[in-house]
């Protein structure tokens, strides 16, 4: 099976932490150039630095999403799009705005990279996307409610465009479930602090959610992009893969 990404250009997209972290390691170990894209400078300077004390090569590029898709590389032939979650909360507290900032950090600069960079997938005959979203993909969760419409529509996104792009481009969506991130720290005290628990309690509750027994680890979910990623994923495409240790009810 290959799974090498000797020879590739990977554009990863909030790599400063989390499953964009994860991803870029494995990527790089796996032979593709990383090109690491967040908002801050220094933890994307020490994910280069460690990249490249194996061996490995990385350039850092410093930008938010939120304010346009920055200049990109040439010769891009993987882009993986992970960007910030959405503040937890109601659907019917979240302002307009909020939906409209959401929308264009997920779909929007989503579209625009993929526009930007197809024309040289389709050159070089080799072309991956892979987006990562959430379960709520499938499974709306409680007090995520801008989250759980977003990620929607860019699971929407993605399906529509794989029926557009040319043979050899794929475009697939990973969803993690509950994994071990920064973000999910976050989203345990933002819900500990509204009911009146502790977060310890919170990510408790959430791993007996989970058959597996235990929150993901990034690096889990980070082989699945990778996988989707390479030479022996090219006849997946359009789909939303869950990684989520079996906590999803739905077939």
């Not at 894209?37 to 930008?63: D, M, N, Q, W, Y």
């Not at 997946?236 to 077939?251: C, E, F, K, P, T």
Request: hydrophobic content about 45%; overall charge neutral.
């Amino acid at each position: 099976m290959d799974t090498g990404l000797h020879g590739r250009r990977a554009l990863v997209c909030g790599a400063s932490q989390g499953i964009g972290r994860a991803t870029a390691l494995e990527m790089a170990s796996l032979g593709a150039e990383v090109f690491v894209l967040a908002r801050r400078a220094a933890p994307l300077e020490a994910l280069a630095a460690e990249i490249r004390s194996t061996g490995g090569r990385a350039v850092t590029i410093v930008a938010d999403l939120d304010a346009g898709v920055p200049d990109l590389p040439d010769g891009l032939q993987i882009v993986v799009h992970n960007t910030g979650g959405p503040a937890g909360g109601l659907l019917l507290d979240a302002s307009e705005d909020a939906l409209m900032d959401s929308f264009r950090r997920h779909v929007i600069s989503a579209h625009a990279i993929a526009k930007r960079v197809l024309p040289s997938m389709q050159a070089a005959g080799y072309g991956r996307f892979v987006n990562v979203l959430s379960t709520s993909v499938y499974e709306p969760i409680d007090n995520l409610g801008v989250s759980n419409l977003t990620r929607a529509a860019m699971a929407s996104w993605a399906k529509t465009l794989s029926r557009e792009l040319p043979p050899g481009v794929t475009i697939n969506n990973v969803l993690p479930g509950f994994t071990d991130t920064e973000r999910l720290t976050s989203l345990a005290e933002g819900r500990a602090s509204k009911t009146g628990s502790t977060p310890d309690a919170v990510r408790q509750a959430w791993v007996g959610q989970v058959p597996e027994g235990r929150l993901g680890r990034p690096e889990e979910t980070a082989q699945v992009i990778a996988f989707l990623a390479s030479p022996a994923a090219s006849y997946v495409r359009g789909q939303s893969l869950a990684v989520d240790g079996g906590r999803l009810r739905s077939i």
